[in-house]
């Protein structure tokens, strides 16, 4: 790509965090690629290419499933001539189509780390704002004024501390001070936006410090209120320890190389105040399963006016909730229909983690531990009701009426 774009007469880089991570000895996820050729004169050159964005316009270039993102130099928005930039009333960019030079575009970019360009002409990197300095001293610094471009877009707070935990980097001073102060600008950022930065926040095997940096600047409270509600209110190290083993059951899934999936996660998320609630209504008489349904419809409904949680993810959610009294059931039919349900793996999963953390019964877990890994005779004994007597109950006999004469008749 960058050397056909070379062919064609533009000028064209790599940029961001594939140069950030080649530095590093790392291997980059994605490649972002920036040019002075504009997105339609990108699609002429590339017919595999579909642009989108509507804050930014980018180019998508598509390789089978690899899609590469070419991005045009932004440019100065100190002069504009049309409504190509436009802030909202709290200084947020919604559009911004500038284009310009690469000196004008590093300014454009977010952190120093991640404003490093090579150049495919003589194999150089190109540094501007001091990015290989702090990449030496692992220094994560936003480029210009800290308020004014946490303003601009209040992710970049988000994308503070996932860069910091990810890449092992210090926050800079003046990079850190204003984030408690403008925590609540995120309240404006669209729900669906948040979901994805949520899910690059707690499913890159460092869920567990990211969650404790979000809370020390006051940021989780925005995304999971809720869950911030229910940390506020320990007894024993509960519920904080629930949630902790399951971030750090997800990061150790993703060091080994596992699959870990949103909706266990969100589920571990919401579930202490799911219970709570839940048995605030089941004192007040309310059935088991409705009161947790009911839970689930409120918990879920506050939360994704925060973060846009997809269906699928409530719904599987639901699921893993509505299965943990089912455990409890082990004699009849009942277990075979649980263990053929599919989230019955990841339902069993969150009952070891409740057993650990909440004061289960342990036995309860090693009977479910057992009855999997059981043949079928096995599972048949283990599921058969407690044993009743055979023995017919005696039949009273009635007392026999005294007549009259008999030795024992009753004296006057």
Partial sequence: MLYRLKKSGFEAYLVGGCVRDLLLGREPKDFDVVTDAHPEQVRKIFRNCRLVGRRFRLAHVHFGREIIEVATFRGNAGEVPDDDLLLNDEGRLVRDNIYGTIEEDVWRRDFTVNSLYYNIRDFSVTDYVGGMADHTTGTLRLIGDPEIRYRE?????????????????????????????????????????????????????????????????????????????????????????????????????????????????????????????????????????????????????????????????????????????????????????????????????????????????????????????????????????????NRKPLKRRRPRPNKPGNADTAKD
């Avoid at 509600?229 to 399951?246: T, Y």
Wanted: proline share 6%.
């Fill in 153 to 389: 877009d209040p992710v970049r707070m988000l994308r503070a501390i996932r860069f910091a935990v990810k890449l092992g980097f210090t926050l800079h001073p003046d990079c850190e001070k204003p984030i408690a102060d403008l925590a609540e600008l995120l309240y404006h950022i669209p729900p669906a936006r948040l979901f994805d930065e949520a899910i690059k926040l707690f499913l890159s095997g460092h869920a567990l410090q990211t969650f404790e940096m979000l809370r020390h600047y006051g940021l989780f409270q925005i995304l999971f209120p809720a869950v911030e509600r229910s940390l506020s209110v320990e007894e024993q190290g509960f519920p904080r320890l629930f949630l902790v083993r399951a971030l750090e059951n997800s990061d150790s899934r993703v060091a080994e190389g596992k699959t870990v999936t949103a909706y266990f996660l969100f589920a571990a998320f919401l579930w202490d105040a799911v219970k709570t609630y839940a048995e605030e209504q089941i004192e007040k008489g309310v059935p088991e399963n409705i009161a947790f349904q009911a839970a689930a419809n409120e918990l879920i409904a506050e939360q994704v006016k925060r973060i846009s949680l997809p269906r699928q993810i409530t719904l599987a959610m639901r699921e893993v909730w509505s299965l943990q009294p089912r455990f409890e059931r082990r004699q009849g039919s009942k277990p075979y229909r649980l263990l053929n349900h599919p989230r019955f793996r990841a339902a069993y999963d969150f009952l070891l983690l409740r057993i650990e953390t909440e004061g289960v019964d342990p036995e309860l877990g090693e009977w479910w531990t057992q009855f999997q890994a059981a043949g079928e005779s096995e599972q048949k004994k283990m599921t058969q009701p407690a044993q009743k007597s």
